[in-house]
């Protein structure tokens, strides 16, 4: 590599890496306590206990427990009905009306039953009441800086200038590193050059790691655009026979049992896990939208939409879901690291404390860098090492 | 001045074998069925913490031996 070129990635390297760094450091911080989310939340959790019954035992009604929802809060609506697929645990979503929660969906609450014996076991307050909790709070400052979608497209962006600074940095590793065997940290050498070479062994090491990380992260901060995107294309067009129809209210519908029960048999093998009520912002006016998966480490994160007419109860149509949205799901295992157990996250916690150290000793190489003219910069310049030239550059 | 061609392969034989390894084992426990490989992930992507322990230690026996 030319030293023309060695020098241009040096300059990216360093201001994509001063541009993101605090920003990912942040994400880097919430994301470590996120990767244990269901252990903290179980810790966390003072609900009473599941009823003991056998693991075979059918579910109760979801009416039933939708009844008890519109029983407790009378004149509220049900927005939609979750169905743990790990726990025996039914949640049923409720807001004052369609309008309130469209125009602040924290005035969402919530339900918790016991799936098998619909007792209820938890009864929240308004999501807007109160402060967030501690998941809640590790979750927004990871997700959107708690700005809402003009925060999520900002840490998107910031993703993108991280997975820059990953590559520049790869690029640089070469130039660094050939007069050294691999995995060399100078211990004896200055403290500067000691966190050069752990900077750069962590970075090279973790390479690939923090590289799908960024880019399924960036994909992940567009969860809201590509939905409605997908709302506005194919879900719009599919609606379009519906034109003109008077949604159906709270009288005129079918039953939830029945959705899941149609869904399930036109569905064989998967997994029912939530059905939207009509008139939600994440459905359509005359639906049920109930959202079905599949069983093995990768069909499980992969989601259908059924529509089911709230009216009638007819199954109308199992959507096919756009590639781009596919690609979302896919991005989400490899972000998260939550399909191999518990092994896979003491590895993905791991890796994410090697990308703390690597941005913290990429700052602290910045921050102590040196006064040293660009000639002497050149790799072969006798004045200053192969091995420290190019990355004195980068952290200058 | 660009530096001599041999050698360049050498610097990028262990990054890329660890890339490598990392982007099998990512992918091995979303596309195996369980079993063995979930142990291939975990061995997988475990490799690249026990270079990075590897290396730390060789560095810190160099550091006490010079002293």
């Not at chain 1, 016991?114 to 109160?130: E, Q």
């Not at chain 1, 159906?248 to 997994?271: H, I, Q, Y």
């Not at chain 1, 109930?290 to 939409?305: C, I």
């Not at chain 1, 913290?360 to 420290?388: F, H, V």
Request: charged fraction near 15%; aromatic fraction near 10%; proline fraction near 8%.
């Amino acid at each position: 590599m030319s030293a023309r070129s060695i020098r241009l990635w040096s300059v990216i390297h360093k201001w994509t890496s001063l541009l993101c760094t605090l920003f990912l450091l942040v994400i880097c911080l919430t994301g470590l306590p996120l990767i244990f989310r269901e252990e903290i939340g179980d810790w966390l959790n003072d609900d009473p206990p599941y009823a003991a019954m056998p693991p075979d035992t059918p579910m109760a009604s979801l009416d039933g427990m939708a009844a008890q929802g519109l029983h407790r809060y009378p004149g509220q609506i049900v927005t939609s009905i979750f169905v743990d697929d790990d726990e025996p645990k039914v949640l049923v979503f409720m807001a004052p009306s369609w309008r309130a929660f469209i125009d602040d969906p924290r005035s969402r609450h919530w339900l918790k039953f016991d799936a098998r014996t619909a007792r209820l076991l938890h009864d929240s307050d308004p999501m807007s009441k109160g402060g967030p909790d501690f998941l809640t709070l590790m979750l927004r400052l990871h997700t959107d800086l708690f700005a809402g979608l003009p925060g999520s497209l900002f840490l998107g962006a910031m993703g993108c200038v991280f997975v820059a600074a990953l590559v520049s940095g790869v690029v640089l590793y070469a130039p660094f590193m050939r007069r050294l065997p691999f995995g060399t940290v100078r211990a004896r050498r200055s403290r500067r050059l000691r966190w050069l070479d752990l900077h750069n062994l962590l970075g090279v090491v973790a390479a690939a790691w923090m590289l799908t990380l960024g880019l399924t992260g960036v994909l992940n901060e567009l969860t809201m655009p590509l939905f409605a995107l997908w709302q506005n294309t194919d879900v719009r067009a599919m609606l379009h026979r519906w034109q003109g129809e008077a949604p159906p209210t709270g009288a005129d519908l079918s039953s939830p049992d029945a959705a899941f029960r149609a869904v399930k048999a036109a569905l064989p093998g998967m997994e029912v896990v939530s059905l939207v009520y009509p008139g939600s912002p994440f459905g359509t006016p005359f639906h049920y939208v109930l959202w079905a998966k599949g069983t093995t480490p990768l069909t499980s994160r992969l989601f259908s939409p059924v529509l089911v007419d709230a009216r009638t109860g007819a199954l109308t149509a199992v959507m096919r879901m756009p590639w781009y949205l596919r690609a979302l799901e896919l991005s989400r295992p490899l972000h998260f690291g939550d399909y191999g157990g518990m092994p896979l996250k003491i590895i993905w916690a791991s890796l994410d404390i090697a990308t703390i150290v690597v941005l913290g000793s990429g700052l602290y190489l910045w921050l102590k860098r040196g006064r040293i003219p660009m000639e002497s910069q050149r790799p072969g310049n006798e004045t200053i090492s192969m091995q420290e030239a190019p990355v004195r550059t980068a952290a200058e | 001045m660009t530096p001599p061609a041999i050698g360049r392969p050498a610097v990028w034989r262990w990054p890329i074998a660890i890339a490598m390894l990392t982007v099998f084992g990512l992918f091995a426990a979303l596309l195996g069925q369980g079993g063995v490989w979930l142990w291939l992930s975990w061995a997988a992507l475990a490799f690249p913490l026990a270079v990075i322990l590897a290396c730390l230690s060789r560095s810190g026996k160099a550091g006490r031996q010079g002293r």
